[in-house]
């Protein structure tokens, strides 16, 4: 089935539909020199996301050592295969 929307309008609708935590990379991919390819923008999508949770895992993982004990030198903030004492 052939779609009646334009390369540049299935970006636009793409971008638009975002949340607004993508604004910064909806910014760059807009302002552009050329509008993008649908294609590029799904993998640049899917890229950022990834990058996203990536991040938000070392900062759970943050969160939980914060308040774990190493069991080699009794201080908080790391496990012990982390000791900074080994």
Do not use: A
């Amino acid at each position: 089935m052939e779609s009646d929307f334009s390369n540049e309008n299935k970006v636009i609708i793409l971008l638009v539909s975002l949340p607004d935590s993508y604004d910064h990379l909806v910014t760059t991919l807009l302002h552009g020199s050329t509008t993008p390819i649908l294609e590029d923008v799904i993998d640049s999508l899917i890229e950022y996301y990834h990058r996203k949770k990536d991040v938000s895992e070392v900062h759970g993982e943050d969160l939980y050592l914060k308040n774990q004990t190493c069991h080699k030198c009794h201080e908080k903030g790391h496990l012990r295969r982390d000791c900074p004492k080994n």
